[in-house]
């Protein structure tokens, strides 16, 4: 690129892009690259996915100049950051729309994420030649993961506490340095002021490093090209568009979709995805039922249905290793996938099996949200409009029947044996469906 | 391109410069990455938790009260006979965390436990009589259901230890004094 000619007539931008070669670089990620022609709305999410994180960016920065990372209290017993953060809702000017972008922004991003996920995971998107763009992506999930739980805390209200007082101990399961790890993460044994502070400290910094990982994220798309809903490689100039104008303005309608609904949550429900109850300040008990935000719930599940201990010829791997595991393994897993899913055809569209599990897949990930969302020990249900629809009953004697944990376990299982099962036995018995020959024929009748 | 170790007069030379400056920056980046985790451990002032005492007078038999120290709970709780009895008959079975109930305790009516589920940290229940104490009278854990007998063992549930006793000791019959022994 930086032996490239100037793009440039304007000898202005021309005599800067010769010093600097940056104006050169976006001419050419814009126009250089050809994108197949078919791609549909589901390609939208990657492009809201990074205006979102522009957006949790400017917001954070905007509030990080009222925050206060202090649990020191007030004469009303009331901590200095949750003040702060109550400060940033009542008096700073626009401070309650500016919280709340960012509170919902951090749901709509997921949301985002999730559908971009679950597209390359339905289109292929993931097999040779994009393993790197595919486990950059697995990257950004767990950053993205990582930052909201540290946000999450930076509020100090009664489920803030919560969570940063739980998932540290989650470091505990790990022998012989656990307890060590535990005391350098908390900078004390317990969860208090220097944890707050450098909370907030990884809470700054982790979105840089994530938008680092995005332009690597980018750059192997540039380079491997787009995938496509047929899933199969471009063959002629026949088969592509230019960036510009074709996909900017489909992005940009796209967005302005997410962002209607992105903008209607935040003025009119924006409590509606958070916990009630983290509107009060810490008073450093724990409350009885503790969840995460809606987006970790699936691997919280996977985190708390193990309550046995495994014993591998003497080892013995207790439940709360085996929970920490199971959830390091199910964010793991995700990296393997290119190599797990043995098919050589990317598309679910030509794979009639295939496509079976993948739905089986989705609707997996929400049952274990559910579990991640009730009590362990209680009869399972499924919240419904019109009331609950019980899968779980009382035996009696204090046993129940499909109980949260049981289910848990059940879609646990079916979380992993979709990746080292399912995936790698379809694509050796599987009879794919004929593909086009390319994209611009129609498929042979 | 000019200067790589393959056309210098003497590559020998050469790999061992580049060796060794390149193990010298790695000791560098060594140190200064210790320094930096360093500087996240524990200060002074928070290292090392308080005592506190804890006054038993006025504690019903089958109740306790909850003590707390810095943001660390204690249990202290008063048993009854029965839940003695079944503390030590509780040393003949399998336990996942084998220790007796004379291990636990100092004085058989007496239980000081740290509230804190072995799990992932939440205080367990049924220090007072009215909580809710699980299956086995002792103490249970809200978060993910494990339930502990009366001597704080760890019987159901996924925590993979008892509930810890912290160091106390009696300084008098009416009070005892917790994050110390005598
Ligand atoms: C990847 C991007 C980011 C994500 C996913 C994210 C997520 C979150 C979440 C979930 C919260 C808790 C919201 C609540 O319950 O109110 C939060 C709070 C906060 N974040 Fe971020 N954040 C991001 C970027 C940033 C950046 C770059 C900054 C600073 C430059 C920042 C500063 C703050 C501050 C000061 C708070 C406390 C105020 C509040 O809770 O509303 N964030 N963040
Ligand atoms: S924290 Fe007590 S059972 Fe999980």
Redesign the pocket.
């Known amino acids: 690129m930086a032996g490239s000619r100037s793009p440039f007539k304007n000898p202005l931008l021309k005599g800067f892009d010769e010093r600097l070669p940056v104006l050169r670089a976006v001419h050419h990620s814009m126009t250089a690259h050809a994108y197949p022609k078919n791609l549909n709305y589901w390609w939208n999410f990657g492009s809201i996915a990074g205006i979102m994180l522009m957006v949790m960016i400017l917001t954070g920065l905007f509030m990080a100049m009222h925050y206060k990372p202090s649990v020191e209290e007030d004469t009303y017993g009331i901590n200095q950051a949750f003040r702060s953060v109550e400060h940033i809702m009542r008096d700073v000017k626009g401070g309650m729309f500016l919280r709340y972008l960012h509170s919902v922004g951090a749901s709509f991003f997921f949301i985002a994420v999730i559908f971009h996920m679950f597209r390359g995971m339905y289109y292929g998107s993931y097999k040779a030649p994009r393993e790197v763009l595919w486990i950059l992506g697995c990257i950004i999930l767990i950053l993205m993961m990582g930052i909201s739980f540290l946000g999450y805390s930076l509020v100090w209200g009664v489920m803030s506490f919560a969570a940063a007082e ?1 998932i540290t101990q989650v470091f505990t399961a790990i022998p012989v340095l656990g307890d060590g790890i535990l005391v350098l993460l908390r900078g004390g044994e317990d969860v208090d002021d220097a944890l707050l502070n450098r909370f907030f400290a990884l809470h700054f910094l982790l979105p840089f490093v994530l938008a680092g990982v995005v332009i690597l994220h980018i750059l192997t798309l540039q380079t491997v090209g787009s995938n496509n809903p047929l899933g199969i490689d471009l063959k002629s100039k026949k088969d592509t568009v230019s960036f510009h104008p074709y996909y900017t303005f489909k992005d940009i309608f796209g967005l302005s979709v997410f962002f209607t609904i992105y903008l209607a949550v935040v003025a009119w429900a924006p409590e509606r995805l958070a916990e009630a109850i983290n509107n009060q300040p810490t008073d450093y008990n724990l409350p009885s039922h503790i969840v995460p935000e809606w987006y970790l719930l699936p691997f919280y599940a996977i985190l ?1 249905v193990f309550t046995w201990d495994l014993n591998l010829f003497g080892l013995v791997i207790t439940g709360k290793q085996l929970g920490a595991l199971a959830m390091a393994g199910s964010l793991g897993i995700l990296f393997l996938l290119p190599w797990l899913d043995t098919s050589p055809v990317r598309s679910g569209r030509f794979r009639p099996v295939f496509k079976i599990f993948f739905w089986g897949f989705a609707v997996c990930c929400v049952i274990l949200a559910l579990v991640g969302a009730q009590t362990s020990g209680e009869a399972f249900f499924i919240p419904t409009p019109f009331g609950r629809l019980p899968l779980g009953f009382d035996g009696g004697n204090g046993f129940v029947w499909g109980s949260t944990q049981q289910w848990g376990v059940l879609f646990t299982g079916y979380y992993f044996a979709y990746f080292i099962v399912i995936l790698p036995v379809l694509g050796l018995f599987e009879r794919p469906k004929q593909l086009p020959a390319s994209i611009s024929e129609p498929v042979l009748a | 391109m000019a200067g790589t170790p393959t056309d210098v007069a003497n590559p020998d030379r050469r790999n061992f410069i580049v060796l060794s400056t390149m193990a010298m920056a790695g000791i560098g980046a060594a140190s200064a990455g210790v320094a930096l985790v360093r500087t996240m451990t524990p200060t002074r002032d928070v290292a090392g938790g308080g005592t506190i005492e804890v006054s038993l007078d006025g504690i019903a038999e089958g109740s306790g009260i909850v003590a707390t120290s810095g943001r660390k709970k204690y249990s202290v709780r008063r048993r009854t006979s029965a839940e003695i009895e079944a503390a030590v008959a509780g040393d003949a079975d399998k336990l996942r965390h084998q220790e007796t109930d004379a291990e636990r305790v100092q004085r058989p009516e007496w239980l000081v436990l740290r509230l804190q ?1 072995p ?4 205080p ?1 229940q049924g220090t007072a009589a009215g909580e809710k104490r699980g299956e086995f009278g002792g103490f249970f ?6 339930q502990f007998d009366t001597s704080g063992r760890i019987r159901k ?3 993979p230890a008892n509930l810890p006793v912290p160091k106390y000791f009696f300084a008098s019959d009416e009070m005892i004094v917790i994050g110390k022994e005598a």
């Not at chain 2, 799990?119 to 939440?122: A, D, I, M, S």
């Open positions: 739980v708390k | 589920c799990h992932l940290g939440c367990p854990c809200p978060c993910h259901n494990s549930g996924p925590s």
